[in-house]
């Protein structure tokens, strides 16, 4: 491994960390504009070929908590640099596919880069003054919001107008900008756990959450009542138990149970769920309005390209409110810039309710919903970061990104039941109504509302001292004042 930068320059370290999450973040957004073409694509079927989008969720959840903690353990810089590696080999590998199982390799690769935006949070905290650490963390964060954003615009045109490989290839080709400068200019941090990867407790979180979200993601093709979703789900909640007993007993656990369980982070880490399931609502919704004909009466007939480029002002918005979000945790605490968020989220929902007859109707409603998600995703880091010590913090981090990941999947299941079931006839085919996506926006509003609750019970804000900044070498820490 190249040896890190001696002395790093913050202003550098923000930006290539910012834009390796973004990069990474694209891969959310990547397949949408040939999703209904890859059956033809890769001589599958419709149901097979839906494992392109599912092998790289899988993916994306089982390795963020685990690389998480080898970051601690062995060197978050290490471990980014090694999901920006994967995320290239996978790019390549789908870049040379034209059948399904290379494909489905290749996300599957794609998804275990998702750790890299909480390492690079957990990076910011090594080695970012204390005075850029609130601020820089928040860009972070919003990352994750901005690539998706970004990405469905970009990637319809290149599908409309290139060959559909150039996709995986130029997603290749920015992972390679990211490795290097990931290499010439993030430094390595010096705190590290040591010890011994708790290998059994992987495969029995793995295995547990692989289950939980296959049934999720698959329960609507399956049926939510056959045997095999229940038994997925069953088989969830048995491993998930006895792998929470094996962690609370094994003395060098993959997660530090007890450490979620205090209160700032585990009710951080439900907000989480909540708020990403509001922000991926309107990623379901608001596509489909601008892309159903206009002789549905509410339908706006659009392109795909057009509906990628209304999208694109919300992961500006949200990257410009993350500074915003900032400056909201240091005079007020970030538990206020949490609730701020989830109350402006809620609001966008229920402007959506009542405007959606125009194109612009639906630009206002997407930045002010990603206005309150980078309030909130912008928090979530300095909460976590608030109460887990310095060797903890890709793990606390990594944890909190499979929370949000969870709201997404569970938002994901529930609006593809709503709009399947809630339907009208136009010409002989079944469209989701317009109650439907009402309906949608409304339990998208009700879930913001939620996570306001939640951030109610998170501990006011207190300073905590040094540990908020850069630690020291050997990794020593103490117990964050606001979590005492």
């Known amino acids: 491994m190249p040896a890190s930068p001696a002395s790093p320059r913050p202003n550098a370290v923000v930006a290539v960390l910012a834009l390796a999450g973004i990069v990474v973040a694209l891969m959310q957004t990547l397949v949408i504009p040939i999703i209904p073409e890859l059956p033809k694509l890769l001589d599958a079927s419709a149901s097979d070929a839906a494992w392109a989008v599912t092998a790289t969720l899988l993916a994306s959840a089982v390795a963020t908590p685990v690389v998480g903690r080898l970051g601690d353990m062995f060197g978050k810089r290490r471990m980014l640099l090694l999901s920006l590696v994967l995320l290239i080999a996978g790019s390549a590998v789908c870049g040379l596919s034209d059948a399904l199982v290379p494909m489905v390799a290749g996300r599957a690769l794609q998804g275990l880069s998702a750790a890299v935006i909480p390492l690079g949070i957990s990076i910011m905290r090594d080695e970012l003054p204390v005075e850029r650490l609130a601020g820089a963390t928040a860009v972070m964060s919003a990352s994750l919001g901005v690539g998706g954003a970004l990405g469905l615009p970009a ?17 290749g080709a920015l992972g390679a900008v990211s490795l290097v400068l990931v290499l010439t200019l993030v430094p390595e941090s010096a705190v590290r756990t040591g010890g011994r990867f708790d290998l059994l407790g992987g495969v029995g979180m793995a295995a547990g959450l692989a289950s939980l979200l296959l049934a999720i993601s698959k329960g609507g093709d399956w049926g939510w009542a056959s045997g095999t979703t229940l038994g997925l789900f069953a088989a969830a909640v048995v491993i998930l138990l006895v792998w929470g007993w094996w962690e609370l007993h094994t003395p060098e656990p993959l997660v ?43 339908g706006l007939g659009r392109s795909l390209l057009t509906t990628g480029l209304v999208m694109a002002p919300s992961g500006l918005v949200m990257m410009a409110f993350a500074p915003v979000s900032a400056k909201v945790s240091r005079s007020r605490g970030p538990k206020v810039t949490l609730m701020t968020g989830a109350l402006i989220v809620a609001a966008g929902y229920g402007l959506n ?117 850069p630690a020291p070498a050997d990794g020593a820490a103490t117990e964050p004042a606001s979590v005492r």
């Open 353 to 469: 309710i009542v405007l959606m007859a125009e194109v612009w109707h639906l630009v206002l409603v997407s930045c002010v919903i990603s206005a309150g998600i980078g309030f909130a995703y912008g928090a979530m880091p300095s909460l976590i970061m608030g109460a887990v010590p310095p060797s903890e913090t890709a793990a606390a981090n990594s944890l909190n990104t499979l929370m949000r990941s969870l709201g997404t999947s569970v938002a994901s299941a529930i609006a593809g039941v709503i709009l399947a079931q809630l339907t009208i006839d136009l010409g002989g085919f079944a469209l989701p109504s317009e109650n439907a996506f009402k309906v949608v926006m409304a339990i998208g509003a009700g879930a913001a509302l939620l996570a306001f609750a939640l951030a109610s019970f998170i501990p006011r804000h207190r300073p905590a001292g040094p540990v908020a900044g």
């Open 155 to 171: 990637a319809a045109l290149i599908a409309d107008k290139l060959d559909w490989h150039m996709l995986f290839w130029l997603s």
């Open 256 to 298: 530090d149970l007890r450490t979620t369980a205090r209160r700032q982070v585990l009710f951080t880490n439900l907000a989480s769920v909540a708020i990403g399931f509001s922000m991926f609502a309107m990623s379901l919704v608001l596509p489909q309005l601008m892309q159903l004909p206009e002789a549905t009466g509410y």
